[in-house]
């Protein structure tokens, strides 16, 4: 699985791991800050999603770690900081525990390692499959900033709107199985690489209660919980997002 990628800066490289529905663009707001701070910056589309190939699904947390380590070694990076949101969070996690030798610190923001909701993921994944992603793309919206956000920022809500109607609806679908019954709760305290959890006060999709969750499995974790974001922070609270990474980053070099 050869996916699609980006790089851009010199110095340690810190992979950038899009959340579902959406692809490398998401990142925008922390390119720069991170590549004027000394970085590399690796963000790629998760299969099925943006540019990367869309294989026959349903996919597996296993099959996107995977895709992250042959990204790494395409690459010639031994290791790498991993920054993942939602869906990237839920491989960060997976890649914690089973490729620990490749990853300098972590990064899991607005994400679960135990999203629950199995029928509802499972019957989103159906129902993109029959009807298309225009279907699913304004609820998308919805949930990933709060409403008032929405309402300043009309274009910009518009554009990411865009990114999730034109994500390939089966590698949206094959997504939705991948997490529809994950849990990796169990493996959380082998993870051994320095790890901050960021969760947005107004995420209705996966709360902090979920990222308590991560922080507390995890030794020595660090967790952070960003007012006035809803489940895609990094955008809607972009400033303190990169703030917060940022701190995290340089202290694990």
Not at 69 to 74: A, H, K, N, Q
Not at 141 to 151: Q, Y
Not at 195 to 210: N, R
Request: hydrophobic letters at 40%; aromatic letters at 6%.
């Amino acid at each position: 699985m050869k996916v699609h990628y980006e790089t851009a800066g010199d110095g340690e490289v810190v992979v950038l791991s899009n959340s579902i529905g959406s692809n490398l663009r998401m990142w925008e707001p922390q390119v720069k800050p991170l590549v004027d701070n000394g970085f590399r910056v690796v963000r790629y589309d998760t299969r099925g999603h943006g540019q990367s190939p869309v294989p026959p699904g349903p996919y597996s947390i296993a099959d996107l770690g995977r895709d992250v380590v042959e990204l790494l070694d395409t690459l010639g990076v031994e290791s790498a900081h991993f920054v993942g949101l939602s869906l990237g969070g839920m491989t960060g996690a997976w890649l914690g525990q089973h490729a620990p030798s490749r990853f300098r610190s972590l990064a899991l923001t607005f994400t679960s390692v135990k999203p629950g909701n199995v029928d509802m993921w499972t019957g989103r994944a159906k129902q993109v499959r029959a009807e298309g992603m225009a279907t699913i793309a304004e609820g998308s919206i919805g949930r990933w900033f709060t409403r008032d956000w929405i309402d300043a920022n009309p274009e910009l809500a518009e554009e990411l709107r865009q990114m999730t109607a034109t994500t390939p609806a089966e590698g949206y679908a094959s997504c939705c199985e991948a997490i529809a019954g994950l849990d990796l709760t169990a493996g959380l305290g082998t993870i051994t690489a320095p790890t901050l959890v960021i969760s947005g006060a107004d995420d209705a999709a996966l709360p902090p209660s979920h990222g308590q969750v991560i922080a507390d499995g995890i030794p020595g974790a660090k967790f952070e919980v960003i007012d006035h974001a809803a489940h895609l922070g990094s955008y809607q609270q972009a400033g303190k997002f990169t703030e917060l990474l940022l701190e995290h980053l340089k202290g694990a070099r």
